[in-house]
């Protein structure tokens, strides 16, 4: 069974960068639709951006301008650049694409 793993998440401190990288355990299967959400300790999951199936990329409005979503075809990962990171972008960040959810990543930001 195909799962997404996701990596590249750390403790940052504001201000800072990180890149979220999130790809299928099996090449057979294809990111074209996604999704990044996160959820911080003690609050809802929450979605952070979509890579929609027609190529568009929607932001949640707390993080416009800040994060960036990209797919890499050749290497069918998805990533989500974020800078100018803020505390409250502390979260476990997950990916999910056609009903397949990632373990997670931790991101923590902190001075």
């Known amino acids: 069974q195909v799962q997404l793993v996701e990596s590249g998440g750390g403790l940052v401190q504001p201000g800072g960068s990180l890149r979220l990288s999130c790809a299928p355990s099996?090449?057979?299967?294809?990111?074209?639709?996604m999704a990044w959400h996160r959820q911080a300790p003690g609050k809802e999951r929450k979605i952070v951006a979509m890579?929609?199936?027609?190529?568009?990329?929607i932001y949640t409005d707390s993080v416009k301008g800040r994060f960036i979503l990209s797919r890499d075809n050749a290497n069918n990962t998805v990533y989500l650049q974020m800078n100018n990171l803020k505390p409250e972008d502390t979260a476990r960040y997950y990916c999910?694409?056609?009903?397949?959810w990632g373990q997670g990543t931790e991101v923590t930001v902190s001075s």
């Open positions: 890579l929609t199936s027609a190529g568009s990329i």
């Open positions: 099996k090449n057979t299967f294809t990111i074209d639709s």
């Open positions: 999910t694409s056609k009903g397949i």
